[in-house]
């Protein structure tokens, strides 16, 4: 596709269920991010994916959450056992990747999963 | 580490006058990148700027610009002739090592620009 795409827009669970975020990127970058955003936050970093490296997954905020990417391209964050604090939006993003010179590492983000936990 | 800072939650500023977002940065390596978001209440992120730390002029697109202050460590974001549709959260960022070898970008809290009319 154009951009890159998110699913669900919105998810709406009981506390302690399983929720997988879908994100597609844009065809060709190789680079795939994903970012939590409480209300009226910032962008918080979780894990990003880089070619066929492994994905630095520094931002993890703890076990509950994985990440994978298969095929290099559609990637899935999971959240197991879902609490309210993980109520945000989770945005997923993209980028070129290494390679070329010109290439500044500008992210272009999907509109994002806003995730409810009741 | 790297960190960025962004200490102004929010501003307000009279439409067709100019506003400067700060944005303040620290890391350890010599080469990074500086970029800035624009966020409306849609929620989609704009690209709104880029800046690369060897660069030498600062960088514009259009009525944004970026005043970078290496030796400062900030990054500034000015945008000119303010438009009732600027009001949106602004974001900076900051990516450590060349933009062609990737990497994640640190963002800072955001600040809320509010254009008054």
Redesign the interface.
Known sequence: GAGVSQSPSNKVTEKGKDVELRCDPISGH??L?W?RQSLG???E?LI?F?GNSAP?KS?LPSDRFSAERTGGSVSTLTIQRTQQEDSA?Y?C?S???????????????G??SRLTVL | AQKITQTQPGMFVQEKEAVTLDCTYDTSDPSY?L?WYKQPSS???I?LI?Q?SYDQQNATEGRYSLNFQKARKSANLVISASQLGDSAMY?C?M?EGP????????????TELSVKP
């Not at chain 1, 980028?95 to 983000?109: D, K, V």
């Not at chain 2, 933009?99 to 955001?110: A, E, P, R, T, V």
């Open positions: 190789t680079a991010y970012y936050q910032g962008l970093f990003y880089q630095d931002g939006v945005l993003a980028s070129l990747g290494p390679g070329l010179a010109a290439n500044t590492g500008e992210l272009f983000f509109e994002g | 990148g970029f929620g989609e992120m690209f880029y690369g974001f960022a990516r933009g062609n070898q990737g990497g994640k970008l640190i963002f800072g809290q955001g």
